[in-house]
């Protein structure tokens, strides 16, 4: 069984530019979730998604991140325009439908973001 | 609002020593539980869970944990330390049930050959 997949493993931007990550998660999964993990922290849950619908996004800093899941399956994470401090892995994962229940989340191998 | 700590930021060991490291956690109930690893350049994977039944719970390379409710902590434990053990351990928390895990800061373990 494939795993999570995420894209581009690395980025280095400058300040004030613009990126995009993107998302598979498992086969069959409707739940994705995307945190942030600056070094030295453990992650930080900042959007999770049922199918193509948002049921957390109270971590998620709407001035300058965006996220979507359009048809339920794939998603990416934007970041317009990006700050020093955005410099962090974006971890993806996925489970099974939760449906108010606690699933195993399996994560993907992260995108490294610098933001000089 | 829930919280989750690990005291230990670095732990060195010698391989072939057990090890032990530790998780508290702030909840007035019985959460899940969960002990995750992540190695250099790599996402996390799971080790094992906890969310109901034998306070015991036993995971993937060798790895154990105990769900203690009067202390509020859930300690993950190894008999014996192999090199390839050496990563970043984080133990996080559910509380609400609805997949929103709370992380600790994790536990950075060294293995000495």
């Known amino acids: 069984e494939a795993g999570v997949a995420q894209s581009p493993r690395y980025k280095i931007i400058e300040k004030r530019q613009s990126v995009a990550f993107w998302c598979n998660p498992i086969?069959?999964?409707?739940?994705l979730y995307w945190y942030q993990q600056i070094l030295g922290q453990g992650p930080k849950l900042l959007i999770q998604?049922?199918?193509?619908?948002?049921?957390?996004d109270s971590q998620l800093p709407k001035d300058r991140f965006s996220a979507e899941r359009l048809k339920g399956v794939d998603s990416t994470l934007k970041i317009q325009p990006a700050k020093l401090e955005d410099s962090a892995v974006y971890l993806c994962?996925?489970?099974?439908?939760?449906?108010?229940?606690?699933?195993?989340?399996?994560f993907g191998p992260g995108t490294r973001l610098l933001v000089l | 609002a829930q919280s989750v700590t690990q005291p230990d930021i670095h732990i060195t060991v010698s391989e072939g020593a057990s090890l032990e490291l530790r998780c508290n956690y702030s909840?007035?109930?019985?959460?899940?539980l969960f002990w995750y690893v992540q190695s250099p350049g790599q996402g996390l994977q799971l080790l094992l869970k906890?969310?109901?039944?034998?306070?015991l719970v036993q995971g993937i390379k060798g790895f154990e944990a105990e769900f203690k409710r009067s202390q509020s902590s859930f300690n993950l434990r190894k008999p014996s330390v192999h090199w390839s053990d050496a990563a970043e351990y984080f133990c996080?928390?559910?509380?609400?049930?609805?997949?929103?895990?709370?992380f600790g800061t994790g536990t950075q373990l060294k293995v000495e050959l």
């Open positions: 909840y007035g109930a019985t959460p899940y």
């Open positions: 994962a996925s489970s099974l439908e939760s449906s108010g229940r606690t699933e195993t989340q399996y």
């Open positions: 086969s069959g999964h409707a739940t």
């Open positions: 998604f049922q199918n193509n619908g948002v049921v957390d």
């Open positions: 906890y969310f109901s039944g034998d306070t």
């Open positions: 996080a928390v559910d509380t609400g049930g609805g997949n929103k895990l709370t």
